[in-house]
């Protein structure tokens, strides 16, 4: 099912956390909702779920408003940031009590205790669970009505590096039986890994819906890495237009240029190079690029824009 935000804004006060957001979120893939903390992700997916209202614009699953559908819980699936579990509960009544007031057989719980790996601590109190067991509980909940749409709310939080490969190969078989998922995350690294596409928002407002490569390639940080021991020659011949950036005493990093103009320089003065090698910016970079400007906290030391990774 299609999830479509048009013009979706949430007013609180005169503040506005979401602003005029137009996105869709297609079957089949999974598409990243990226943003720095505060940026609205939380806010907007609460509106697509009908759990708040819109202050204008509108929120639609296949269509229709979340709370139009018959059966919620079969249609959308959701993890939300606080997720309130009864804490003297096991995490098999926890999920017990949801398929008892929806419908749903016990066959059903133990699939998704089983796909989520919590079978063996089932029996187990929830007081007593990490924060990567409850998230596990979380997304075995989302996923117990068999939905078609998943919308999880950084669901990467608090897993070790084991359960973010578990959630990275759930997420994309969840896709490939043709579901709609969307992540939210504040990190752009792992959402790269994992997701299709990209909606970016800062402050409230879209400031991308792209792919990770076309992200990348938009982002105007690529450079071309080059190494020779006539750095300082080299450096002569080349148009005072380029962008010039060096981190040992043989190496440029030209911008600008392509590593074909810099090779025919290099060649027509015949000057050894012993690398030329086309960079992207790496995709943090592009992310800080594209929503620094909107982080609500920003951190003390500046950020250099000179300092890409490859
Ligand atoms: N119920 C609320 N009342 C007032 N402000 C809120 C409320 N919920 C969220 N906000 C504010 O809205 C902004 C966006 O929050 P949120 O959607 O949680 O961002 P994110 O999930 O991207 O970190 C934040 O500045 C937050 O303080
Ligand atoms: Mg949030």
Request: charged content about 20%; aromatic content about 4%; proline content about 5%.
């Given at each position: 099912m299609t999830i479509r935000a048009q013009g979706l804004t949430k007013r609180y006060g005169d503040r506005t956390?979401?602003?005029?957001l137009t996105f869709t979120v297609e079957p089949g893939t999974i598409t990243g909702f990226l943003g720095p903390n505060g940026a609205g992700k939380s806010t907007t997916m609460r509106m697509l779920l009908g759990l708040d209202t819109p202050t204008a614009g509108r929120a639609t699953l296949g269509g229709r408003s979340y709370a139009a559908h018959p059966a919620p819980l079969t249609e959308a699936g959701a993890l939300l940031e606080a997720k309130a579990v009864h804490p003297g509960r096991t995490a098999f009544h926890h999920l017990m009590a949801l398929a008892h007031t929806h419908g749903i057989p016990r066959s059903r719980v133990e699939h998704v205790l089983a796909l989520t790996g919590l079978t063996d601590i089932a029996g187990r109190r929830v007081k007593g669970f990490s924060l990567g067991m409850g998230q596990r509980l979380g997304i075995a909940a989302a996923l117990i009505g068999d939905p078609a749409t998943v919308i999880l709310d950084e669901?990467?939080?608090?897993?070790d590096p084991e359960g973010v490969l578990w959630i990275r190969t759930l997420l994309k078989s969840l896709a490939r039986e043709g579901r709609t998922v969307l992540i939210s995350s504040h990190l752009m690294s792992e959402t790269a890994q994992t997701a299709d596409r990209l909606v970016v928002i800062g402050r409230g407002r879209l400031l991308a819906d792209t792919t990770v490569a076309d992200l990348v390639r938009t982002s105007g940080a690529a450079y071309v890495h080059v190494v020779t021991p006539e750095a300082d020659r080299l450096r002569g011949l080349l148009p005072a237009s380029c962008d010039l950036a060096a981190d040992?005493?043989?190496?440029l990093h030209v911008r600008g240029l392509t590593a074909q103009d810099i090779g025919r320089i290099a060649a027509a003065h015949a000057l050894p190079l012993h690398e030329l090698t086309p960079r992207t910016a790496s995709l943090e970079q592009a992310f800080m690029d594209l929503t620094q400007e909107t982080v609500e906290y920003q951190a003390t030391a500046p950020v250099t824009r000179t300092g890409v990774a490859a």
């Amino acid at each position: 099912m299609t999830i479509r935000a048009q013009g979706l804004t949430k007013r609180y006060g005169d503040r506005t956390v979401v602003d005029d957001l137009t996105f869709t979120v297609e079957p089949g893939t999974i598409t990243g909702f990226l943003g720095p903390n505060g940026a609205g992700k939380s806010t907007t997916m609460r509106m697509l779920l009908g759990l708040d209202t819109p202050t204008a614009g509108r929120a639609t699953l296949g269509g229709r408003s979340y709370a139009a559908h018959p059966a919620p819980l079969t249609e959308a699936g959701a993890l939300l940031e606080a997720k309130a579990v009864h804490p003297g509960r096991t995490a098999f009544h926890h999920l017990m009590a949801l398929a008892h007031t929806h419908g749903i057989p016990r066959s059903r719980v133990e699939h998704v205790l089983a796909l989520t790996g919590l079978t063996d601590i089932a029996g187990r109190r929830v007081k007593g669970f990490s924060l990567g067991m409850g998230q596990r509980l979380g997304i075995a909940a989302a996923l117990i009505g068999d939905p078609a749409t998943v919308i999880l709310d950084e669901p990467v939080n608090g897993l070790d590096p084991e359960g973010v490969l578990w959630i990275r190969t759930l997420l994309k078989s969840l896709a490939r039986e043709g579901r709609t998922v969307l992540i939210s995350s504040h990190l752009m690294s792992e959402t790269a890994q994992t997701a299709d596409r990209l909606v970016v928002i800062g402050r409230g407002r879209l400031l991308a819906d792209t792919t990770v490569a076309d992200l990348v390639r938009t982002s105007g940080a690529a450079y071309v890495h080059v190494v020779t021991p006539e750095a300082d020659r080299l450096r002569g011949l080349l148009p005072a237009s380029c962008d010039l950036a060096a981190d040992a005493p043989d190496t440029l990093h030209v911008r600008g240029l392509t590593a074909q103009d810099i090779g025919r320089i290099a060649a027509a003065h015949a000057l050894p190079l012993h690398e030329l090698t086309p960079r992207t910016a790496s995709l943090e970079q592009a992310f800080m690029d594209l929503t620094q400007e909107t982080v609500e906290y920003q951190a003390t030391a500046p950020v250099t824009r000179t300092g890409v990774a490859a």
